[in-house]
C-alpha cells in the first residue's frame, strides 16, 4: 500500500487508501490480542509486550492520521508531496508494527532501522534548510547507533554459539541466557542498549531524536515522541529480559541507572533555557523515558510503573505535539517568545495545553502520578534512596522550567504579534487531545483488570517479583 500510495496523485484516493490502512492496523492489533502468544510466519509472536504497544501505536495512529488531513488541507501543498507523506507514514507504523511482534532479535534491528528510513521522509517533508539539516543529522547518528547495535547482535551471536546454539530467537535466548559467556554478554549489552538509546531517546544518542520532533511536522513529531520511542525502548527492553537471567545482572543495572540519572539531568538543563515549544517537549520525553528506565531498574512495582507510564506518557506527549501544531498555525512561529495569550485565540486549545501540562507532569489526577508513584516507590524498595532523591529534585526543576513556559504562551501577551489575520481554530480539533488525556487519567487511576493483567504477563521475564493487586 506504500508503494501505491507514493505514485499516487489524487487526494481523494490518498486518504481513501490511508483509511483502508487504518481499518487494517486496527483490525491486525483486535488480532493478536486474541491470539496471544502464537508463533506467526516464523518470525513474529504477539505476547502481552507487543500487543499493549501495538494497541498504543494504533489508537495514536488514528488520530496521527487526522492530524496529517489537518495538515496538508490547511496549507494545501503539491499532492505529489502529500502521497510522499503518507507513503512514508504508513511505511513507520507497518515498520514499528513490526519490532512489536517480531521474536528474532536481528528481525527487530531490521525493522528499526526501516524506522529510521521512513522517520527521514516525514523530517524531510518541508523540503527547506532547517528540514534538510535535520534530516541529514537525523540519519547520521542513527545509522551510527543502529551499527552499534548491530555489532552487539554479533557479539551475541558469538556467546550464543558458545552455548551449543546458534538461534536469535527470543524464547531460545531466554532459556540459553543462564549458560551465555559474561565476557561476550556484557560487550553485547553496551553495544546494544548504546545503539538502541537513539530511538528510545535516552542518553547518550538522544540528540537525533530531539532534532527530528523539532523539524518534523507536528502530526509526525507526535509519533516520534509517543509510538517511536516505545520502539526503541522495545529493543532495549527485550534485550534486557535475557540479561536478567545471567550474572551480569547487577551490571547492567548500574549502566542503565547512570543513563536514567544523566537523560533526566540532561533534560533538566535543557529545559531551563530552551525557547522553542517542540524541543521543549522533546526534552521533557527524554526526562519521562529516564523515568521508565529507572522504574525497569528498579524492578517489582517499579517495573509495573514503567510500563504504565510509558503507555501513559505516549497519550499525554501526542496531546501536546497535536497542539503545538495548531500553536504554530496561530503564530507562524515555535519560539515561545512569539507566542503568548493563547487563551485568546483558541481557547479550546489553551485548555488542552492547560490540561496536558497536568497531566504530562504528573500532577494529580493525572494517571501519571500514579505511575510515577509506582516508580519512586521501587526506586525506594531497592535503596537507592540518594538517587531517588537526586532525580525528584531533578524533575521540581524541569516542573518549574515547563510550567513558566507553558504559562507564558496561555496567558501573558506576545510581544509585536499582529493579531488581525490570526486563524480560527476549530474546536472540533482538539477532541483528540481531550479523549488521550481522559483516557490518561482513567488508565492511571481505574486501570482494567485486562490491561494490569497484560503488564504483569510482559515483566514477567524481569527479576524480581511481579507485582500484583492486593
Not at 530552551?274 to 521533557?284: E, F, I, P, Q, T
Amino acid at each position: 500500500m506504500s508503494g501505491v500510495l507514493f505514485f499516487s496523485r489524487k487526494k481523494a484516493v490518498i486518504y481513501t487508501l490511508v483509511i483502508l490502512f487504518l481499518i487494517g492496523q486496527c483490525s491486525l492489533t483486535v488480532y493478536e490480542y486474541q491470539h496471544l502468544n502464537l508463533e506467526e510466519a516464523g518470525y513474529f509472536k504477539a505476547d502481552a509486550f507487543s500487543v499493549i504497544f501495538l494497541s498504543v501505536l494504533s489508537l495514536i495512529s488514528l488520530a496521527s492520521a487526522y492530524h496529517s488531513y489537518v495538515f496538508h488541507t490547511k496549507r494545501n501543498g503539491l499532492v505529489r508531496n502529500v502521497a510522499i507523506y503518507f507513503s512514508a507514514w504508513v511505511m513507520f507504523i507497518v515498520a514499528m508494527s513490526g519490532v512489536y511482534l517480531s521474536s528474532h532479535i536481528g528481525l527487530t534491528w531490521v525493522f528499526i532501522e526501516l524506522t529510521t528510513l521512513c522517520a527521514s521522509a516525514l523530517i524531510y517533508h518541508n523540503r527547506n534548510e532547517r528540514s534538510i539539516e535535520g534530516t541529514w543529522k537525523y540519519i547520521f547518528v542513527c545509522s551510527v547507533s543502529i551499527t552499534l547495535a548491530f555489532i552487539g547482535i554479533l557479539f551475541l551471536s558469538v556467546a550464543i554459539q558458545e552455548a551449543g546454539s546458534t538461534d536469535l530467537y527470543y524464547g531460545a535466548l531466554l532459556s540459553h541466557a543462564p549458560k551465555l559467556n559474561p565476557f561476550w554478554l556484557k560487550l553485547a549489552f553496551i553495544f546494544i542498549f548504546t545503539g538502541y538509546t537513539c530511538k528510545a531517546g535516552l542518553v547518550p544518542m538522544f540528540t537525533a531524536g530531539v532534532d527530528a520532533k523539532d523539524k518534523a511536522p507536528s502530526p509526525a513529531s507526535a509519533l516520534f515522541s509517543s509510538a517511536l520511542m516505545n520502539v526503541g525502548f522495545t529493543g532495549i527492553f527485550r534485550f534486557y529480559e535475557i540479561i536478567a537471567q545471567t550474572t551480569i545482572l547487577p551490571w547492567a543495572n548500574v549502566i542503565m541507572l547512570v543513563a536514567a540519572v544523566l537523560s533526566i539531568f540532561v533534560a533538566a538543563v535543557y529545559m531551563l533555557k530552551v525557547n522553542n515549544a517542540k524541543r521543549m517537549l522533546a526534552y521533557s520525553s527524554i526526562e519521562h523515558m529516564g523515568i521508565v528506565l529507572l522504574g525497569i531498574v528498579s524492578g517489582g512495582i517499579g517495573a509495573f510503573g514503567a510500563i504504565l507510564h510509558l503507555i501513559l506518557h505516549s497519550f499525554a506527549k501526542v496531546s501536546l505535539f497535536f497542539q503545538i501544531g495548531q500553536v504554530y498555525r496561530v503564530y507562524g512561529s515555535k519560539s515561545i517568545l512569539d507566542i503568548g495569550n493563547y487563551f485568546k485565540y483558541n481557547t479550546t486549545g489553551a485548555f488542552v495545553l492547560i490540561l496536558s501540562f497536568i497531566c504530562v507532569t504528573g500532577m494529580p489526577p493525572s494517571g501519571m502520578f500514579i505511575s510515577e508513584f509506582m516508580i519512586f516507590r521501587g526506586v525506594f524498595q531497592s535503596h537507592h534512596v540518594l538517587i531517588l532523591i537526586l532525580v525528584i529534585s531533578l524533575i521540581t526543576m524541569i516542573i518549574w522550567a515547563f510550567g513558566k513556559n507553558m504559562f507564558k504562551m496561555v496567558f501573558t501577551a506576545p510581544a509585536d504579534f499582529d493579531d488581525r489575520q490570526v486563524e480560527k481554530i476549530s474546536a472540533v480539533e482538539s477532541l483528540s487531545q481531550f479523549f488521550f488525556l481522559a483516557l490518561l487519567v482513567y488508565l492511571g487511576l481505574n486501570p482494567p483488570a485486562q490491561l494490569v493483567s497484560l503488564i504483569e504477563e510482559a515483566i514477567k521475564n524481569l527479576p524480581h517479583e511481579v507485582w500484583k493487586r492486593s
